[in-house]
């Protein structure tokens, strides 16, 4: 499976974004998706998954905040961000694996680019 993540771009603090990872060559429902972020000089920390049977689990840091959500007819998973705050600014990449790895991202076999989220305060 291919990802292409996109739907970055800059934003004033308590504002939103959505995200997208859209998938080609295979069915994006048959994978448990993920997105991560990577801080500038930080390391890349897990943001929220969404498992092949729709459960779904974030970090304590985006829970409330967050939504991801996966559209099986646009092949899509979503990341909509709200109440957006300075330290959410990273560059965001979806993974997705054919089991269930949450936050353990070296397990992830498929990756999409990263999408630069800047948040202004």
């Known amino acids: 499976v291919q990802l292409q993540a996109s739907g970055g771009g800059l934003v004033l603090a308590g504002g939103s974004l959505r995200l997208s990872c859209a998938a080609s060559g295979r069915t994006i429902s048959s994978y448990a998706t993920a997105w991560f972020r990577q801080p500038p000089g930080k390391e890349r920390e897990f943001v929220a998954t969404?498992?092949?049977?729709?459960?779904?689990e974030y970090a304590d840091s985006v829970k409330g905040r967050f939504t991801i959500s996966r559209d099986n007819a646009k092949n899509t998973v979503y990341l909509q961000m709200n109440s957006l705050k300075p330290e959410d600014t990273a560059v965001y990449s979806c993974?997705?694996?054919?089991?269930?790895?949450?936050?353990?991202?070296?397990?992830?076999?498929?990756w999409g680019q990263g999408t630069l989220v800047t948040v202004s305060s």
């Open positions: 993974a997705a694996d054919s089991e269930s790895y949450r936050a353990y991202a070296f397990r992830y076999a498929y």
């Open positions: 969404i498992y092949k049977n729709g459960i779904t």
